[in-house]
């Protein structure tokens, strides 16, 4: 997939030894099977939408059936995590997020980009063949206005940047080594003391935890 800071898109795909150029208005891509495959399945889902299900016709009117929590009009988003399922998922979230508009800043719209991608990431022992252990062992997301580089590990889950500005002004190759173990950041030492307040319900006074 190639994209511009604009939101154009277009895919390229080799099929028996011939390049196809395909315009993608998605912005998504997985690898099996064709791009206009996985296009023309996504028909099949044409009921998925952000907006919960208030009007369920007979089923509520004759059974009194009603909704269970939030997300009703998501049922019959595919779970699983073949790269048909996962590209639905991917499509289904990321035209519902693109709805609500713009983000109002670049930070945010990075962190909406995680969140997206955390629902078709694979964890292991979720998608295993006597081969072995399908996962997702890096994940990246990129800001192509401000042109940085996010990157994350399997197994470090900490977001580490690169500014591709920066590394441009440089005249030489650069590398840059990724850590790759498991890194955790330790706040026990930022716990401080919560003072007592009292609280007065119904001319009744409690003492409970306050800063």
Known sequence: IIQDSVGN?????????V????????????????????????????NLTPANITDLGVLETELGLTALGQGSGMLGLPGDYTPPSRFVRAVAL??????????ETHEEGVNLAWNLINNISIAKGTATDPDGNDYTQWTTVT???ELKYYIRTYDNQNIRMIDLKKLMEKKKSQRIWINTE???????????????????TNGARAKAGGR
């Open 182 to 200: 498991a890194s955790y950041r330790d706040i026990t030492d930022e716990a401080v003391e919560i003072g007592l307040v009292e609280l007065h």
């Open 94 to 103: 990321s035209t519902a997020a693109k709805a609500l508009g713009p983000c």
């Open 19 to 46: 390049m196809n150029i395909y315009e993608n208005k998605v912005n998504l891509i997985t690898n099996s099977p064709s791009f206009p495959w996985h296009m023309t399945n996504l028909n099949n889902y044409v």
């Open 143 to 145: 800001d192509l206005h």
């Open 9 to 17: 898109a277009i895919t390229l795909e080799y099929e028996n030894e």
